[in-house]
């Protein structure tokens, strides 16, 4: 009888736990395919795959992915009067895309929750729609927070950057669980935490697409800073998070440009 109600046990652990990571693996799956990789070097600014402190720091890997949207739901989210007569205003329409992604159903849930912990406010904080944008702030220069804090932008959309491309933004792992997971690497653990990150937001000059009209590419990029430990040798021995973990991020990243482009290309349609 007991041998009867342990199986039991286990298999309401394993069942539920093996459909749930094969429904993962599908939806991973699924996302990578229709995001594939671009090559970094080509679609992103160097001040993106540049670490924060360069002198004690790595940026370990950058993951680019981009995807298409009408030309004329994109001018939809643009401010007003901002878009020149052409239509081509390139500043405009990185600032719209900007705005589509962290102001997107998804970022905003994150920024909601950090509001609720942080302020005790149920409140998504900046996204980038006030007057201001995405520029320092004008009395301390301060960079512009965003999501109550948990992203920071770097470079606003149109900076006069010869690099610039598109909006910029930061964000910075917490010391103690970073730190944690240093410490027990030295003790032989195979995996590190990275110290934090960057994501750039940008956007095509508009082209004709074959049956779609004036379209253009919108693009996601990420990049993960990792601090250097002299001990673990050189790059390719340098300690990052696990394989499985890494391809989640990956995922989560093609996630918020799937469902940024959808709500874009939803506000046409309304």
């Known amino acids: 009888m007991a041998k009867h109600s342990l ?4 298999a309401y652990i394993v069942v539920p736990t093996g459909a749930a ?3 993962i693996h599908r939806g991973l ?9 671009l090559p970094a070097k080509a679609t992103t600014s160097t001040a993106l795959r540049t670490p924060s402190s360069p002198a004690t720091q790595r940026c370990a890997y950058t993951d680019v992915y981009a995807t298409r ?14 878009l020149s007569t052409t239509t081509s205003d390139k500043t405009a329409l990185e600032d719209a895309w900007a705005r589509s992604v962290i102001g997107s159903k998804l970022l905003r849930a994150e920024g909601f929750l950090i509001g609720l912990f942080k302020h005790g406010r149920y409140t998504p904080g900046n996204t980038g729609d006030t ?21 920071v932008a770097q470079r606003e959309p149109g900076s006069p950057d010869a690099d610039s491309n ?28 990275m110290s934090g990150g960057r994501h750039e937001m940008s956007v095509s000059e508009p082209f004709e697409m074959c049956g779609q009209g004036r379209v253009v590419e919108v693009r996601f990029a990420t990049a993960h800073d990792y601090e250097v430990v002299p001990e673990e040798g050189g790059p390719e021995t340098q300690k990052i ?16 440009l799937d469902l940024a482009a959808r709500e874009v290309e939803q506000a046409d349609w309304d």
């Open 7 to 10: 199986r039991r046990v286990i």
């Open 21 to 23: 990571s094969y429904g």
């Open 29 to 37: 799956s699924h996302l990578e395919e229709k995001y594939p990789e």
């Open 69 to 82: 949207v009408p030309l004329p739901a994109l001018e939809l989210r643009t401010r007003p009067s901002s």
């Open 131 to 151: 007057e201001a944008g995405f520029a320092p702030d004008a009395e301390t220069g301060a960079p512009r927070e965003l999501l109550n804090g948990m992203l």
């Open 166 to 193: 598109g909006l910029l933004i930061s964000w910075q792992m917490a010391d103690e669980p970073r730190a944690f997971f240093e410490k027990i690497a030295r003790w032989g653990y195979p995996w590190r935490l």
């Open 241 to 256: 998070i696990p394989g499985w973990t890494a391809r989640l991020h990956r995922g989560y990243a093609r996630l918020v």
